[in-house]
């Protein structure tokens, strides 16, 4: 089984929905993309339409997996610096598969193409991401080539006391 990326697809209802559908599945399982359980799509909609928006707007590119059944099974945002003194890196955001696809490699796949697509920006030299402490996901990123480079104790409140550390990984191309 394998997971076909997609750099900047047409954004239609199909694509939309498909986002909305994933986002809500990962966020209900417990993936750290924004939100804590439960959720619905009404919940995410807000972030998905700013989301789209900034795609619009150029600012930010969508990188978008399926699976063999052609199914959206994966994204991963990445987002320009708005910083002059920054632009020579870029941040990526919303990094997800699909809670029936874990395991299966689709992550480290996803994971090459944001590495693939940003070696083609003109003046990009890193990417830069944060995760959420007390998932280890942190050690996926690593096997990925990202390396540490930051720790925010308790910046990240999912719950009353329930408070997580926000990590911030580079990897420099």
């Known amino acids: 089984m394998t997971l076909t990326c997609q750099l900047d697809p047409a954004i239609d209802d199909e694509v939309r929905d498909g986002i ?13 993309v924004g939100f804590v359980p439960p959720v619905t799509a009404d919940d995410i909609r807000p ?3 700013r989301s789209l928006g900034e795609l619009a707007a150029g600012r930010r590119r969508l990188l978008l997996g399926r699976d063999e059944d052609g199914r959206i099974a994966a994204t991963a945002f990445l987002t320009y610096n708005s910083h002059r003194l920054m632009g020579h890196w870029i941040w990526l ?3 997800m598969v699909h809670p029936r696809h874990q395991g299966k490699g ?7 193409a944001v590495e693939g697509a940003a ?11 944060t995760c959420r402490g007390g998932t280890g996901v942190e050690h996926f990123y690593a ?15 999912v719950a009353p006391g329930d408070d997580r550390d926000d990590i911030v990984m580079l990897l420099t191309l």
């Open 20 to 32: 909305s559908a994933l986002w809500t599945d990962v966020s209900n399982a417990g993936g750290a």
């Open 47 to 49: 972030d998905l339409e």
């Open 93 to 95: 955001y919303t990094v």
């Open 106 to 112: 689709y992550g480290r796949t996803l994971m090459a």
């Open 119 to 129: 070696r083609t920006l003109p003046g990009i030299e890193a990417v830069r991401l």
């Open 143 to 157: 096997g990925c080539g990202y390396k540490e480079v930051g720790r925010v104790p308790n910046a990240i409140r």
